[in-house]
C-alpha cells in the first residue's frame, strides 16, 4: 500500500518565524496574528485542504546574541513580537472538526504541574487533537528571563526534560482511572475518589504531590513531538517522541538520520515503527514552473539577510563577530559555552564550513536540504523521490507568506499528491494520535514509557 504522507503548517504566533523580512511583503497578513480571526481563518483553510496539524514553534526570549543585542530581531520581527501558542488553540478548535494542534512549550523554566494541567485541558477542549513539542529552550535570554543568569549547561536540560515527562506521565496516565468520574447524582458522588491518587514524586529536581487536577482526556498524554538533534536530543527523542524532527544539510543526511532515530527507539523497546519522522519542506509552487520561479525569486529579493543573522545569533554563533574564512567548528570549540550543544558545527553546518559558508546558507531560503520551486508536477516528485529515499513519514511545511503558501499547496500540490495515493482525499481518524498512528491508537502504547503508570502502577517506585 502506498504510504500517505503528512503534512503540518509550521507556524509560530508571531509575524516573522523563518522566512525573515517577507512581512513587507502586500500580499503578507503576519501583522494581523494579534487577531483571533488570523487564525480561525488559518484553521478553516488548514481542514479544508486536509492537513494533520498546525505546528506552532514558541521561544521565551528575544534574539539577543546577534551584534550584542536585540535590537535587529526587533527591528526586522524576528520571533518578536510574539504571543503564546496555547491561548490561540481553542479558537482553531472552535471553528474545525478534524484539524490537529502541536504546540511548542519548554520543561526548562516552567515546572511540570500547571503544564500538565494546562495540556489536558487543551487535549478536552480539542477533543483528543492536541500535541506537544517538547523543547528545552536554546535562547540564552530565556533564562535570563526566569531568575537564572545563564543557560542551564545543554545536557542538563535534557536530564531536567527528562524528569519532567516522568511527572507529566504519573499525572496523565497514572492519577485518575478512566472511570473515575460517574456523575451519579442519586448518590451525590461527581468522581469515586477511591480512582484517583496521588503521584507523590519526588526527584532530583521535582516535588509533586497529586493528584492531577483535570480527570482524564481523550488522549491522556498528548502526542509528544521532538526536534533534538545532540546525542542527548536524540536518545531524549527514541524515549519519548512519537514525532521526531530529523535535520541535515542532505537527503543523504535525512536518510541515516531517520534510520538512526528508528534504531534508537527500537533499542528503547519501543520498535523503530513507533515514530513519526518529519523534516522541514521549503516550497514554493505555483500553475508552472516559470511562475513559481519567478515568486521564489520575488521572496528573495524581499527577505532580510540581517533578519536571518539575528535569528541565528540567537543561540548560536554572532556571524558578524568573526572574520569570513574563520571556521565554524573553530568558533563553537574557542566560544565553548554551556547551555549550547557544542557538537552542533558539525550538525547544522556543512563540516569545515567557513563563516561565509554560514551566512550563505543561512540568509539563503533555496540553501534548505528539501527547497523545492516548481510546477504542482515538479513538486509532487520533490516529495515522492524524498520519501521514498529518506524514510520519511511527513513535513512541516514552511510560509513564505501568510495564506498563500499554504494556499497554493493546497491548490496545487495537494490534488496531485492525492492523485498518486500519497496525499488523504477525507479525514477519517478524530484524535491527533490515530491521525499518526491509525484508528485505534487513541492513547499511548503499551510500549511507551508513559504507559507503566497506568491504573497507578509504579508510582511509589
Ligand atoms: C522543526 C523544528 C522545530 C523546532 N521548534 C522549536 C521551538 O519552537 N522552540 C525551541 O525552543 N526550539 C525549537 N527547535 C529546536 C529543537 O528543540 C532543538 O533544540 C534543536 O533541534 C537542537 O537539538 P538539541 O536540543 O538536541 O541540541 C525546533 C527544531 C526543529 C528542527
Known amino acids: 500500500?502506498?504510504?500517505?504522507?503528512?503534512?503540518?503548517?509550521?507556524?509560530?504566533?508571531?509575524?516573522?518565524?523563518?522566512?525573515?523580512?517577507?512581512?513587507?511583503?502586500?500580499?503578507?497578513?503576519?501583522?494581523?496574528?494579534?487577531?483571533?480571526?488570523?487564525?480561525?481563518?488559518?484553521?478553516?483553510?488548514?481542514?479544508?485542504?486536509?492537513?494533520?496539524?498546525?505546528?506552532?514553534?514558541?521561544?521565551?526570549?528575544?534574539?539577543?546574541?546577534?551584534?550584542?543585542?536585540?535590537?535587529?530581531?526587533?527591528?526586522?520581527?524576528?520571533?518578536?513580537?510574539?504571543?503564546?501558542?496555547?491561548?490561540?488553540?481553542?479558537?482553531?478548535?472552535?471553528?474545525?472538526?478534524?484539524?490537529?494542534?502541536?504546540?511548542?512549550?519548554?520543561?526548562?523554566?516552567?515546572?511540570?504541574?500547571?503544564?500538565?494541567?494546562?495540556?489536558?485541558?487543551?487535549?478536552?477542549?480539542?477533543?483528543?487533537?492536541?500535541?506537544?513539542?517538547?523543547?528545552?529552550?536554546?535562547?540564552?535570554n530565556a533564562a535570563r528571563n526566569f531568575g537564572l543568569d545563564d543557560q542551564i549547561a545543554h545536557d542538563d536540560r535534557y536530564a531536567i526534560a527528562d524528569e519532567y515527562l516522568d511527572v507529566l506521565y504519573k499525572l496523565w496516565e497514572g492519577s485518575w482511572d478512566d472511570d473515575a468520574v460517574i456523575q451519579d447524582r442519586e448518590n451525590r458522588v461527581y468522581t469515586d475518589p477511591a480512582k484517583v491518587r496521588y503521584i507523590h514524586h519526588a526527584g532530583d529536581h521535582y516535588k509533586v504531590a497529586g493528584p492531577h487536577l483535570t480527570e482524564p482526556s481523550i488522549q491522556r498524554t498528548p502526542v509528544l513531538f521532538q526536534a533534538g538533534a545532540s546525542a542527548a536530543g536524540k536518545a531524549f527523542a527514541a524515549k519519548h517522541a512519537e514525532g521526531i524532527f530529523v535535520g541535515g544539510t542532505t537527503r543523504e543526511d535525512y536518510r541515516a538520520n531517520v534510520a538512526d532515530v528508528r534504531r534508537l527507539a527500537d533499542e528503547n523497546g519501543r520498535g523503530a515503527d513507533a515514530l513519526r519522522t518529519f523534516a522541514s519542506a521549503v516550497i514554493v509552487v505555483d500553475k508552472d514552473r516559470e511562475t513559481a520561479l519567478e515568486k521564489a525569486e520575488d521572496y528573495k529579493r524581499r527577505s532580510s539577510a540581517e533578519g536571518y543573522l539575528a535569528h541565528a545569533g540567537g543561540g548560536g554563533i554572532d556571524l558578524a563577530a568573526y572574520p569570513a574564512n574563520a571556521l565554524i567548528?573553530?568558533?563553537?570549540?574557542?566560544?565553548?559555552?554551556?547551555?549550547?550543544?557544542?557538537?552542533?558545527?558539525?550538525?547544522?553546518?556543512?563540516?569545515?564550513?567557513?563563516?561565509?559558508?554560514?551566512?550563505?546558507?543561512?540568509?539563503?531560503?533555496?540553501?534548505?536540504?528539501?527547497?523545492?520551486?516548481?510546477?504542482?508536477?515538479?513538486?509532487?516528485?520533490?516529495?515522492?523521490?524524498?520519501?521514498?529515499e529518506t524514510d520519511l513519514d511527513g513535513f512541516n511545511l514552511r510560509q513564505f507568506i501568510t495564506p498563500a503558501s499554504a494556499e497554493n499547496f493546497i491548490e496545487h500540490v495537494v490534488p496531485e499528491l492525492q492523485k498518486r495515493g500519497l496525499y488523504r482525499t477525507a479525514y477519517e481518524e478524530s484524535t491527533l494520535r490515530e491521525r499518526l498512528f491509525g484508528e485505534g491508537n487513541t492513547r499511548l502504547p503499551e510500549s511507551h514509557p508513559g504507559a507503566r503508570y497506568r491504573g497507578g502502577a509504579h508510582l511509589s517506585d
Request: charged residues 20%; without cysteine; negative net charge.
Open 1 to 140: 500500500m502506498t504510504k500517505q504522507i503528512h503534512f503540518n503548517l509550521f507556524e509560530m504566533n508571531t509575524v516573522g518565524h523563518i522566512s525573515h523580512g517577507l512581512w513587507v511583503h502586500p500580499d503578507n497578513t503576519r501583522h494581523r496574528f494579534n487577531d483571533l480571526d488570523f487564525w480561525t481563518d488559518e484553521a478553516k483553510l488548514l481542514e479544508a485542504g486536509l492537513f494533520d496539524a498546525v505546528f506552532l514553534a514558541d521561544v521565551i526570549g528575544a534574539y539577543d546574541g546577534y551584534r550584542g543585542g536585540p535590537e535587529t530581531a526587533v527591528r526586522e520581527a524576528v520571533q518578536i513580537p510574539s504571543n503564546d501558542p496555547l491561548l490561540v488553540v481553542p479558537a482553531m478548535a472552535a471553528v474545525t472538526k478534524h484539524l490537529g494542534f502541536a504546540t511548542t512549550f519548554s520543561t526548562t523554566y516552567e515546572p511540570p504541574f500547571p503544564f500538565a494541567r494546562r495540556a489536558s485541558t487543551l487535549d478536552h477542549l480539542t477533543k483528543g487533537r492536541f500535541g506537544w513539542n517538547i523543547v528545552t529552550s536554546y535562547l540564552p
Open 329 to 388: 567548528t573553530d568558533i563553537i570549540a574557542a566560544e565553548n559555552k554551556p547551555g549550547r550543544d557544542n557538537s552542533a558545527g558539525n550538525r547544522r553546518y556543512a563540516p569545515g564550513a567557513t563563516v561565509a559558508d554560514a551566512l550563505e546558507a543561512l540568509t539563503n531560503f533555496d540553501r534548505s536540504a528539501f527547497y523545492v520551486a516548481g510546477s504542482p508536477t515538479d513538486v509532487a516528485d520533490a516529495i515522492e523521490s524524498w520519501v521514498d
